[in-house]
Structure formats: structure tokens, C-alpha cells
Nanobody, 121 residues
Framework: QVQLVESGGGLVQAGGSLRLSCAAS????????MGWFRQGPGKESEFVAS????????YYAASAKGRFTISRDNAKKTMYLQMNSLRPEDTAVYYC??????????????WGQGTQVTVSS
């Protein structure tokens, strides 16, 4: 079993920045791809970004490209999402996921509990 714990969410003004972290524990593998998803109020889960096991390949949703940066530190078993130029429409609960790759949330077997990001206008 793999446990994922997100942190770093909060309230920020539009244009501000936040860095989310996802710490993995349990039967983790540095061979696993990981990803970030989000779910806004009244919306379905949405792919944000993913990263391969080595950290050398990253993928972004169009809404995140150019503003968000995904990275990972395998020695620390932690994945990050640096979010800059935040917009009110980025308001959502952000979840990290592990165990597969791709843009569909159903592909990932392991999920964190989520961290709230609220961007005020």
C-alpha cells in the first residue's frame, strides 16, 4: 500500500504563488509516475500535470502550462507543484496521485486526501 499526503494549500490573491508538496510513504517505488489533479466546486476531476519516474518527462494541462511546474525528489519521495500567476479559476482541491501515468484519474490506484487552494480576486 502507498500513502500520499499533500500539503501547501491555502488562500492566495490572484497573481500569487503556492507550492504544493506530496509526500509518499509505504510501498512506494521510484519507478512510479505521479500526477496532480484538481476538483473545483461543482466540477469534475481535472488533470493538472504528471511526471515520469525519473522526473525527466513532464506533462501539463493547457490551463497549467507556462504557470505551473511539476517536479519530484525521489530521495525524499516527494513530488511538488509550483503554481505561479494563480487565477480565481485555479480554486480547487488539489490531489496527488501515483502508480500510473496519463490524464485520466481512473488510471491511478493511489491518491492523497487533497489540499485546498483558494485564489481570491
Amino acid at each position: 500500500q502507498v500513502q500520499l499526503v499533500e500539503s501547501g494549500g491555502g488562500l492566495v490573491q490572484a497573481g500569487g504563488s503556492l507550492r504544493l508538496s506530496c509526500a509518499a510513504s509505504g510501498r512506494t517505488s521510484t519507478n512510479d509516475s505521479m500526477g496532480w489533479f484538481r476538483q473545483g466546486p461543482g466540477k469534475e476531476s481535472e488533470f493538472v500535470a504528471s511526471i515520469n519516474a525519473s522526473g525527466q518527462k513532464t506533462y501539463y494541462a493547457a490551463s497549467a502550462k507556462g504557470r505551473f511546474t511539476i517536479s519530484r525528489d525521489n530521495a525524499k519521495k516527494t513530488m511538488y507543484l509550483q503554481m505561479n500567476s494563480l487565477r480565481p479559476e485555479d480554486t480547487a482541491v488539489y490531489y496527488c496521485a501515483a502508480g500510473n501515468s496519463g490524464r485520466l484519474p481512473t488510471l491511478y490506484p493511489y491518491w492523497g486526501q487533497g489540499t485546498q487552494v483558494t485564489v481570491s480576486s
